[in-house]
C-alpha cells in the first residue's frame, strides 16, 4: 500500500473561487508528480518537482500553480476555477534516479460549476 | 476540462481466458517501463516493470514482453478473473524527459463470466 495521501476525494467548487488540491506522502521520495486525466481519457503530467524548492511545468499546459516547501507536501492550486479546469487530478511520487516506479494517491475528482 | 487524446479502447475476454494488452511506446531512449492497472475512482496501481536490458519478465499471472526493434510492450494476463477488469497504461521512462513517466492511451479490460 503506497503512502501518499490527495485531499480531498472530491470536491465541488463555484467559477472563480481558488482551491488547493493537497498531496503528502511518507516515504520521502523526492521527485513528485501531478497528472490530469478527464474521463476514460490518458494521463497528462501537468507538473512536477525534482526536490525541496523546484517545480517545473509538464507536457501539457495548466492555469494551476505548485509548490514545494517541504519533501512531503506538494500542493496544487488554481486562483480562480472555471468549469474547463473540471477534471481528475492525480499526485505521484517516486524516489529520484532512473527506473523506479512511481506511487500514485486515490486522485482529487474536481468539477468546476 | 481540457481533452488531449483518443477515448479508450476496449478489450473483452471471457473469465478464465488470457488476455494480451498491447502499447506503442513513442522513445527510443526509454530505458524503463511500467505496466499500470486503474480500476474506477482510484489511482494507478503498479502491477510489473520492465527495464530497457530485458525483454521478458513475469510476475504473478503477468508477463510483460518488450520489443525494443519496433518499440513495443504488451502485457499478457494469464487466467483472467473478474478482479482484472480495468483500465491498463503503459508507462515509459526517458531521459528526453527530465525522466518523467509518459503514458500511454490506455486499454479497458473487461472481463466476461
Known amino acids: 500500500e503506497a503512502d501518499i495521501y490527495q485531499t480531498p476525494r472530491y470536491l465541488v467548487i463555484g467559477t472563480g473561487k481558488k482551491i488547493t488540491l493537497e498531496c503528502s506522502q511518507t516515504?520521502?521520495?523526492?521527485?513528485m508528480y501531478w497528472y490530469q486525466q478527464d474521463p476514460g481519457m490518458e494521463l497528462h503530467l501537468i507538473h512536477y518537482?525534482?526536490?525541496?524548492?523546484?517545480?517545473e511545468k509538464g507536457d501539457l499546459s495548466s492555469e494551476s500553480t505548485v509548490s514545494r516547501i517541504r519533501t512531503e507536501h506538494f500542493p496544487l492550486t488554481l486562483e480562480s476555477a472555471r468549469p474547463s479546469h473540471t477534471s481528475q487530478y492525480l499526485c505521484?511520487?517516486?524516489?529520484?534516479?532512473?527506473?523506479?516506479?512511481?506511487?500514485f494517491g486515490q486522485g482529487t475528482r474536481l468539477t468546476v460549476v | 476540462g481540457e481533452s488531449v487524446g483518443l477515448h479508450l479502447p476496449t478489450l473483452s475476454v471471457q473469465e478464465g481466458d488470457n488476455s494480451i494488452i498491447n502499447c506503442a511506446y513513442s522513445?527510443?531512449?526509454?530505458?524503463?517501463f511500467i505496466w499500470y492497472k486503474q480500476e474506477s475512482g482510484k489511482g494507478p496501481q503498479f502491477i510489473i516493470d520492465i527495464r530497457s536490458n530485458m525483454d521478458k519478465r513475469q510476475g504473478q499471472r503477468v508477463t510483460v514482453l518488450l520489443n525494443k526493434t519496433v518499440k513495443h510492450l504488451s502485457l499478457q494476463i494469464a487466467a483472467t478473473q473478474p478482479g482484472d477488469s480495468a483500465v491498463y497504461f503503459c508507462?515509459?521512462?526517458?531521459?528526453?524527459?527530465?525522466?518523467?513517466?509518459?503514458f500511454g492511451p490506455g486499454t479497458r479490460l473487461s472481463v466476461l463470466p
Open positions: 505521484a511520487s517516486s524516489p529520484a534516479g532512473q527506473g523506479t516506479e512511481a506511487f
Open positions: 516515504m520521502g521520495h523526492d521527485k
Open positions: 518537482s525534482y526536490g525541496v524548492n523546484s517545480t
Open positions: 522513445n527510443s531512449a526509454s530505458d524503463y
Open positions: 508507462a515509459e521512462n526517458t531521459p528526453l524527459h527530465g525522466q518523467n513517466f509518459v
